[in-house]
C-alpha cells in the first residue's frame, strides 16, 4: 500500500501505480468477470509492470546512480522510494502468480482449456511435440556456450532466454558449464496442440516447456544438469539531444535499436532456477536481490494475452457488441458527414458508439473535389490505419496534406517513422512537431470550398487516431465547423509547423502556453464563488493527476466548501478527506472491461456551467513539456451528454469504483444487488447496439 511520508499533502507517483496495477489485478481475482477475461487482466498487469520498470523504476535507478539528493514532492528520497517499490512490487508479482495457479488455470481446466505440463504429455503428444522441436525450433535457436571467447550475452530487453548448465566437454574439447539459449520473438510463446491428440477442448503448450525437454539436442554429447527460463527488463527510454541533431527521423532511427540494451532494471526466473544460477545472472545483468523476481510459472505472462483469440468460448468472454451512431449519423445512404457537421456540432462517445465516423471523415475528406487541405495530428495510429491510407490517398491526389507525427510516441516510434516516411513520399508536408515538446494534441481539420469561400471543419478529441484503441477505451471525439474553434485550432496548427509567436486563442486552453494557468483560473473562480456564498462544483476525470499546483489549488477550493470530485484512473497524488485540506474533495477510480481515458473538466462557473474536454491529464509533463489542447463542449445539448454519460453515471458506479483515502489506499465501493450500478454496462446498454454471441 502507497506510503508516502507522514505529513506531506502529495502521494508519492511510484507507489500510486502499483497500487493502481492491484485494482487492475482485482479485475483477475472477479469472479464476475468471465473466466478468459481474468486471464487478460493477468496479462494487462504484466505489460504495465513492463512499462512501469522500462520507465519509472529506470529513472529511479538512475537518480540513485547520479546520487540525486533531492526530495520529491510526497518527502522522500529516490532511495527511499526504490526500496518501497521493491517491497510493494513482490508482493504485488507474488499475488498475481497465486491467482495464475491457484485460480484462473484451474477454472480454464474445469471448462477444457488446460496448459499441459510436460508430466501431463501422453505418447503422441510427446510425439508431436518432438517433431514440432525438430521442424520448428532447432533451426531457428542459437546456443551460446560461456567461456573466454563467448561473453555474457547482452540479451534483448524482455526477451525469453533459458540459462542451461551443462557437464563434460564439446567437440573442440571445451568444457563451459553454462550456456545461454535465446528463443527468437518470432517464435510462438504458446502451441495449441491439435485436435486428433488433445485430451480436452483445448490443449496449450508453453515454448518453454518444449525446450525444456529437447535442450539436450542442442548440445551433442553434454550432459543437461539444468534448464532455467529467465527475462530481463531494461531502460527503455530513448536519449536524442534534440538540439543538437540535424534530422529527428534519422537520429531517432539510429538510437532505436538500442532501446533492446538499455541498462537491465529487473530479472525474472522461474521457480526451478536455483540460488547459484540467479546470483550469477544477477551479477552478469549489474542487479541486486531487489531486483529479482522468481515466480511460479511462465516468466512472460503478456504472451498470454492472444490465447483468448485462439479460443471460441463466447460464453468465457465479455458479451460481444456492435457500437452504436448518434441519431444524425444513423442513416442507411451514404452520409455527407460535412453537412451533418454544418447543421450541429457531432459528440462521439467512445467504444460505446463508432470510430467509424472519424475515419469516414478523413476518408471522405481524401475524395471530395471541393477539400483543398487536411491537417492533423499524429500521436499513436497502430501500423495498418485507414486513416492514414486516406491521408496518403489525399497527398497523391493534389490535395495540401499536413501531418504533425510524433515520433517520440513511446513504443509507437517505429510505427510513426514508417508513416512519415510514406507521407512524405507523396508530396504531404511532414512535421515532427515542437523540439523538446511531444505533439500529444488530437486534431484534425478540413478545409472544404464552399459557395466560393473557404470553411473549416475539426474533429478534436480526447483519444488517438487509433481504430483498435477505439474499442477498448473511453473517449469522446468532437466534430464541429464552429469559426471561432476552427480559428483556434488552425492556429495549433500554424504554430506546429511554423515560426512566429503564440496568437491569443479565444475557447481552447494549450500546453505549454495557457492549459495550466486557465485551470488554476477555473479552480480559483468556483473558490471565490465558494467564498461569496454562490453555488459551486468541480468535477474532473482523468489518467492522472499529479502537478504540485493544481493540487494547492484544489486543496484551496475545498477549503473554501467547493464539493469536488475527482475520477482518476491511475496515479493521484492528491491526498481526499483531510480535515482542514481536502475534507471536500472525494477520489474515485473506475477500473473495468474498458480503459477509462476521457479527460473531461467541470466547473460550474457561476451557472455557466463550463464543459471541457483534452487530450491531457493533470499533470506536469502535459502541462509543460507537450503540446495539449484542452477545448470546450458549447453546445447545451452535447453538454448535457457529457455531464451525464462522462461523470455523473461515474460517480454513481458503485461496482467498479475504488474510493481513495487520504494514504492512498483504495477500497471497493458495493452495493445491494438491487442497486448495483455498473458506470461501462449502463453506458453499453444505452448506447451501443447488443450483440448475440453466433450459435445464440
Not at 539459449?181 to 510463446?189: F, K
Amino acid at each position: 500500500m502507497p506510503n508516502s511520508s507522514i505529513g506531506s499533502q502529495f502521494i508519492n507517483r511510484e507507489l500510486g501505480q502499483i497500487e493502481f496495477n492491484r485494482r487492475v489485478l482485482a479485475q483477475a481475482d472477479n469472479k464476475n468477470n468471465p473466466l478468459l477475461e481474468r486471464l487478460k487482466f493477468l496479462c494487462i498487469v504484466s505489460s504495465n509492470l513492463d512499462e512501469f520498470f522500462e520507465v519509472r523504476v529506470a529513472g529511479l535507478k538512475e537518480q540513485i546512480t547520479l546520487d540525486t539528493h533531492g526530495f520529491g514532492p510526497d518527502g522522500m528520497l529516490p532511495q527511499q522510494v526504490f526500496k518501497l517499490v521493491a517491497e510493494q512490487a513482490h508482493s504485488l508479482v507474488a499475488r498475481q502468480y497465486r491467482l495464475l495457479n491457484q485460480d484462473v488455470l484451474p477454472g480454464l481446466a474445469n471448462e477444457g482449456i488446460r496448459f499441459l505440463r510436460r508430466a501431463a504429455w501422453n505418447d503422441a503428444q510427446r510425439e508431436w511435440i518432438k517433431a514440432f522441436f525438430f521442424r520448428e525450433l532447432m533451426p531457428v535457436l542459437t546456443p551460446i556456450g560461456l567461456d573466454i571467447s563467448h561473453p555474457f550475452p547482452r540479451v534483448l530487453n524482455k526477451s525469453l532466454n533459458f540459462a542451461i548448465e551443462l557437464e563434460g566437454k564439446d567437440a573442440f574439447g571445451r568444457s563451459s558449464g553454462t550456456a545461454i539459449v535465446q528463443a527468437p520473438r518470432v517464435l510462438p510463446r504458446v502451441i495449441l496442440l491439435p485436435g486428433e491428440i488433445s485430451t480436452s477442448e483445448y490443449n496449450f503448450v508453453f515454448l518453454s516447456s518444449i525446450l525444456h525437454a529437447h535442450v539436450g539436442e542442442l548440445f551433442s554429447g553434454m550432459s543437461v544438469l539444468g534448464c532455467y527460463q529467465f527475462r530481463a527488463t531494461r531502460n527503455s527510454d530513448l536519449f536524442v539531444d534534440e538540439e543538437e541533431v540535424k534530422n529527428l527521423r534519422v537520429a531517432l532511427q539510429g538510437e532505436l535499436p538500442q532501446r533492446h540494451f538499455g541498462n537491465a532494471v529487473r530479472l525474472e526466473v522461474a521457480d526451478n532456477c536455483p540460488q547459484h544460477m540467479a546470483d550469477f545472472l544477477l551479477e552478469q545483468l549489474g542487479l541486486t536481490r531487489d531486483d529479482f523476481y522468481q515466480v511460479e510459472g511462465p516468466v512472460n505472462l503478456v504472451r498470454l494475452m492472444q490465447v483468448p483469440d485462439r479460443i471460441d468460448r463466447p460464453d468465457l468472454k465479455y458479451p460481444p457488441f456492435i457500437p452504436g451512431l448518434p441519431l444524425t449519423l444513423q442513416k442507411k445512404k451514404a452520409v455527407d458527414i460535412f453537412q451533418i457537421i454544418r447543421k450541429n456540432d457531432v459528440l462521439l462517445h467512445h467504444p460505446y458508439q463508432s470510430f467509424q465516423p472519424v475515419i469516414h471523415f478523413i476518408q471522405q475528406a481524401s475524395t471530395d473535389p471541393d477539400v483543398v487541405a487536411i491537417k492533423q495530428t499524429v500521436y499513436r495510429t497502430g501500423t495498418d490505419s485507414l486513416v492514414m491510407t486516406a491521408l496518403i490517398a489525399a497527398a497523391s491526389s493534389g490535395k495540401e496534406v499536413t501531418v504533425v507525427v510524433e515520433l517520440l510516441a513511446r513504443f509507437d516510434e517505429e510505427a510513426n517513422i514508417n508513416w512519415a516516411s510514406r507521407l512524405e513520399e507523396v508530396g504531404a508536408h511532414v512535421v515532427y512537431g515542437v523540439v523538446g515538446h511531444k505533439t500529444h494534441a488530437k486534431m484534425a481539420m478540413v478545409v472544404r470550398r464552399e459557395e466560393g469561400k473557404l470553411r473549416r471543419y475539426v474533429h478534436v478529441g480526447t483519444g488517438n487516431y487509433h481504430p483498435s484503441t477505439a474499442r477498448f477505451y473511453t473517449d469522446f471525439g468532437l466534430f464541429t465547423c464552429n469559426e471561432e474553434v476552427c480559428a483556434d485550432v488552425n492556429e495549433v496548427f500554424m504554430q506546429l509547423t511554423g515560426l512566429g509567436k503564440a496568437g491569443k486563442l479565444k475557447h481552447l486552453w494549450q500546453s505549454p502556453f495557457s492549459f495550466h494557468s486557465q485551470t488554476l483560473i477555473a479552480i480559483g473562480n468556483e473558490a471565490q464563488n465558494a467564498k461569496a456564498g454562490k453555488p459551486t462544483r468541480i468535477i474532473a476525470k482523468m489518467n492522472a493527476l499529479l502537478e504540485p499546483e493544481v493540487i494547492k489549488a484544489l486543496y484551496a477550493a475545498s477549503g473554501a466548501g467547493v464539493k469536488i470530485d475527482l475520477i482518476v484512473r491511475g496515479v493521484c497524488a492528491l491526498r481526499p478527506g483531510i480535515a482542514g485540506l481536502s475534507e471536500n474533495i472525494r477520489v474515485r477510480s473506475i477500473i473495468g472491461r474498458f480503459l477509462e481515458h476521457t479527460r473531461i473538466f467541470y466547473f460550474r462557473s457561476g451557472g455557466t456551467h463550463a464543459m471541457y474536454l483534452s487530450s491531457a491529464d493533470w499533470m506536469d509533463r502535459n502541462f509543460f513539456r507537450r503540446i495539449e489542447i484542452c477545448f470546450p463542449v458549447l453546445d447545451p445539448r452535447l453538454k448535457k451528454r457529457v455531464l451525464v454519460e462522462g461523470l455523473n453515471t461515474y460517480l454513481r458506479d458503485n461496482t467498479q469504483a475504488w474510493e481513495m483515502d487520504s494514504n492512498g489506499n483504495y477500497r471497493l465501493r458495493s452495493a445491494r444487488a438491487s442497486k448495483k450500478l455498473c458506470a461501462q454496462e449502463a453506458l453499453l446498454a444505452e448506447l451501443a447496439v447488443a450483440r448475440q454471441p453466433e450459435g445464440q
